[in-house]
């Protein structure tokens, strides 16, 4: 899987007095120095010798650039992360090497522990044979020079993963000389590759040659580059089945123990024949992707505490060297284990196994010390006399393409939250609220990433009554810290009050252009308790 660049994730809820102009807002230096304090608590220590190996070497991706969220995930466990995971851009080869990416975990405590995938050539910019060829070593070099320099010469790299499988353009699959021949290629291109980063001084990279279990049509043996140039062997495991699970149909126990054996044992490349090519070249095991599978397709197990189950066990089994959970709602699939609304039995199970201490973040709806739209700070209570209703009470309406549902989230109070998602869609999600009560102005309170800005609208018994309301970046990871915006409405008692997310808010919409939209509490103020 790969990180998107633009997903933007927004909670609603309400502000203070007066009615607020809205304005943009860039990362500042107070935003990275927050990000960096709350990194330093307990996701920066050490993990205990003492623990098993699935909870020692457990590592995160929860969203590209987003520092924040990792001490959020050692929070949510009650204990250390061993690292954390992104992925460099694959738009040219500036990006490749490292911009747009390195700059914001450098200054952070995970900058020498990070995980990252990089790539043997950009989209539409190469291909198999030429990296086989060294024609991209110097490339290769650039992304090492800038690693050392972003204090991460002891990265470890997945180069080209997942490449067995039929979604990226270096995967043998793809190669337009055929796939033997990019079977040879890969492993040439792996060796190139690993060849050139380690060159470069300072270096200390480790290396993870990194395929999926379960797929057919590329010889995983002809793909290896050699011991000398491979730390781990990785293996990307997620708890989707297109042959058990059924669309439509809720999977069943006796399905997700099916599901949970093909991966294991089915087929010429499971997770055993993987883990015994590993053994074979004396190479510990790593799992960088993991996590459960809900996808609008129906091919996953959902809310499958079992599949959780067996992860751990099988870890602990097999002393895997380190893994990542791919804590997201991605655009692919939702493994987002916050989300206990619709993985509750799952999220609980991995508490129970990651976090035996019991211990919960605490909720984190602050009165103060947060910050207005204009970067002000400023207290985010709302006045006395405001009218509040709990988001998730609202009726739902999901055009096509979209979804809209309520969502579970551990930093909310009662930790749920309503989540509007528009996937490319030319209407987009709403959330409704009948007999709403009187009031001349609707108080929000959100947050969403730094580029993340998105636009809403709120419409009155069906009537469009504000549009294109401005929601400013606020960095969502970083659950103290919010953003207000006050909308003038006029709303008689009893109407019903919709808020949509604007689809055209995007230049370019596609669907791998996601809006996520968390709605915690809706104020209603009138003029004596707005301002």
């Known amino acids: 899987m790969n990180g998107l660049d633009r997903r933007g994730f927004i909670g609603l809820a309400g502000t203070t007095a007066g009615l607020a102009a809205l304005s943009g807002l860039a990362p500042t230096a107070a935003h990275a120095a927050s990000a960096g304090s709350r990194a330093a608590g307990p996701a920066a220590k050490a993990a205990p010798h003492g623990l098993p190996p699935a909870r020692r070497g457990l590592g995160v991706y929860h969203w590209d650039r987003q520092p924040g969220a990792i001490s959020d995930f050692a929070e949510w466990v009650d204990g250390p992360v061993a690292y954390a995971a992104d992925f460099l851009l694959r738009d040219s080869w500036d990006s490749l090497a490292g911009a747009g990416r390195l700059s914001y975990w450098q200054h952070t405590p995970w900058a020498r522990r990070m995980v990252w995938a990089a790539y043997p050539f950009p989209d539409g910019q190469g291909d198999l044979a030429q990296a086989a060829a060294g024609a991209y070593d110097t490339h290769y070099a650039d992304l090492a020079r800038n690693f050392v320099a972003a204090g991460m010469g002891d990265a470890v790299i997945r180069f080209g993963h997942e490449f067995n499988g039929n979604w990226y353009p270096w995967s043998p699959l793809n190669d337009p000389n ?3 021949a990019g079977e040879t290629d890969f492993a040439a291109a792996f060796r190139q590759f690993a060849t050139a980063v380690r060159a470069v001084p300072g270096a200390r990279f480790r290396l993870v040659w990194n395929p999926v279990p379960g797929q057919s049509g590329v010889d995983l043996a002809r793909c290896y580059p050699g011991d000398a140039y491979v730390d781990y062997v990785g293996i990307d495991i997620y708890d989707q089945d297109w042959n058990v699970y059924s669309p439509g149909v809720p999977p069943t126990d006796a399905q997700r123990e099916q599901a949970w054996q093909d991966l294991l044992t089915g087929g010429s490349w499971s997770i055993d024949a993987i883990r015994q090519l590993a053994a074979d070249h004396g190479k510990r095991l790593a799992v960088p992707e993991w996590g459960v599978w809900q996808d609008k397709v129906g091919h996953g197990g959902v809310d499958n505490p079992y599949f959780v ?21 991605a655009s692919d699939g939702n493994h987002d284990l916050y989300d206990t609304y619709l993985f509750p039995a799952a999220s609980a199970r991995f508490q129970r196994l990651w976090n035996p201490s019991g211990r919960l973040p605490r909720p984190r709806r602050t009165a103060s010390g947060t910050l207005h739209p204009t970067g002000a700070p400023g207290p985010t209570a709302y006045p006395h006399g405001t009218r509040v209703l709990a988001a998730h009470t609202g009726t739902f309406a999901q ?33 409704s609220y009948p007999d709403a009560p009187a009031a001349t102005a609707l108080m929000v309170r959100y947050q969403c990433p730094v580029d993340g800005d998105l636009y809403f609208s709120v419409y009155v018994d069906g009537v469009k009554a504000a549009g294109q309301v401005h929601l400013p970046a606020i960095d969502r990871t970083l659950p103290a810290r919010y953003a207000m915006v006050t909308v003038p409405v006029d709303v008689p008692a009893g109407a019903t009050v919709t808020l949509q997310i604007d689809a055209d808010d995007d230049r370019s919409v596609s669907a791998g252009v996601w809006d996520y939209v968390n709605v915690d509490t809706i104020g209603f103020a009138t003029k004596g308790t707005a301002g």
């Open 178 to 180: 055929g796939v033997a």
């Open 309 to 329: 189950q067996q992860m751990f066990d099988w870890m602990n089994t097999h002393d895997v060297a380190w893994n990542v959970y791919f804590n997201v709602y």
């Open 399 to 431: 055009p096509a393409g979209t979804r809209a549902r309520p969502y579970g989230d551990p930093w909310a109070e009662e930790r749920m939250v309503a989540s509007l998602i528009r996937a490319g869609a030319a209407t987009a999600p709403q959330v």
